[in-house]
């Protein structure tokens, strides 16, 4: 019986069964503890993007859910809707950031062949990334 199989279409025998389910416990126990640390570091991320034209500044966390808003005494000098597209462009560059942030600590603590940590970053990009908007960019002379 070697590797623990009888000959019987590939039952484990006792030993080996034994074996198989510490094996699977030890993997679970260790994909509990990575995803703890997953969550744990994504609770602190923070990023901060900024328009290409410096007028706003956005923070957002891992989920992409906006921190914070600062802006350029310069927006005072532009119109409005130059003042919102500013902020959808901050808040696309930092969303980016956040995906590329995210994706680094997911394969930095579970590793790059664990198919848990590929399905949590391919979640995380379709949350962060998204479908791209058509404002982009923009220009200050109006």
């Known amino acids: 019986m070697a590797g623990g199989f009888s000959g019987r279409g590939g039952v484990l025998d006792p030993d080996g069964a034994r074996e198989y389910l510490q094996d699977w416990k030890s993997r679970v126990d260790r994909m509990a503890v990575d995803t703890a640390a997953v969550s744990d570091r994504l609770k602190q991320l923070r990023v ?6 410096g007028l706003a500044e956005v923070t957002i966390d891992s989920t992409g859910a906006l921190v914070d808003v600062r802006f350029s005494e310069r927006i005072q000098r532009v ?8 902020v959808m462009g901050a808040v696309r560059a930092a969303r980016q950031q956040a995906a590329d942030r ?14 848990a940590a590929r399905t949590i970053v391919e979640r995380m990009d379709q949350q962060l990334r998204g479908p791209e908007t058509g404002d982009a960019g923009y220009s200050l002379g109006r």
């Open 79 to 86: 119109p409005p809707d130059v003042v919102s597209r500013a």
């Open 102 to 115: 995210s994706r680094e600590i997911v394969l930095e603590v579970m590793g790059s062949e664990s198919v």
């Open 48 to 53: 901060t993007g900024e328009d290409s034209n």
